[in-house]
């Protein structure tokens, strides 16, 4: 009976306080977030494994770090139920974004956009804010039936939102709102915490 008790309460515990583990890959340098719900770790590229996490970030570099085994490894990644965020900014910080969307959607990023605030979507991600930074200079995805659109920039798909396989999705074409020169850290820290709600739970 004791020993029951033990188990009940280790799995309870781990069950309340246990923490979605998060990467941040990429062009992570300028990225300012901060919040203990979260375990954020950071690194230049995909570790060996990726079991480990409930979502990962990629902030698209000028030059791709994804070859073939990556790839595969991010889409055996969706298709467990995880959640991926593809972020871009103005050329040429959309390598990893593009391979991934060409793959998924058949559609890559375009334009460059210097509206400094975005519109944002009703009921949408965001449905609690009443604005938020579009970014510095940034682009849009095209429209597509399997994604909403969470914000728009100059009447464009700045950010847009999903399933895909048996995960989510988010492509974000304006990533520098997170830079620590752009916004607050604490403002940085709501909104990112948006697309990791959207991203972690069912």
């Not at 954020?40 to 902030?59: Q, V």
């Not at 970014?135 to 399997?146: C, H, N, Q």
Request: net charge negative; proline share 3%; with cysteine.
């Amino acid at each position: 009976m004791n020993k029951f008790l033990i188990l009940y309460s280790i799995l309870i515990s781990t069950t309340l306080f246990s923490q979605d583990k998060i990467l941040f890959i990429g062009n992570v340098s300028h990225i300012c977030y901060e919040d203990s719900v979260q375990t954020i770790e950071l690194a230049s590229d995909l570790p060996d494994t990726l079991s480990a996490y409930s979502a990962i970030f990629i902030f698209s570099s000028a030059q791709s770090i994804l070859n073939e085994k990556k790839i595969e490894q991010l889409l055996q990644f969706l298709n467990s139920g995880n959640g991926l965020y593809l972020g871009s900014e103005n050329w040429p910080l959309q390598a990893e974004s593009n391979v991934m969307t060409h793959l998924l959607f058949s559609k890559t990023t375009w334009g460059d956009f210097n509206e400094p605030n975005a519109v944002l979507t009703e009921k949408g991600i965001f449905e609690e804010m009443k604005s938020i930074p579009a970014g510095t200079t940034t682009v849009a995805f095209p429209l597509d039936y399997r994604l909403k659109v969470e914000a728009w920039v100059n009447d464009e798909p700045l950010i847009l939102s999903g399933e895909c396989y048996k995960g989510k999705i988010i492509i974000d074409g304006g990533y520098s709102r997170f830079y620590c020169t752009i916004n607050k850290e604490t403002n940085n820290s709501y909104m990112m915490n948006q697309f990791i709600d959207f991203l972690t739970k069912p």
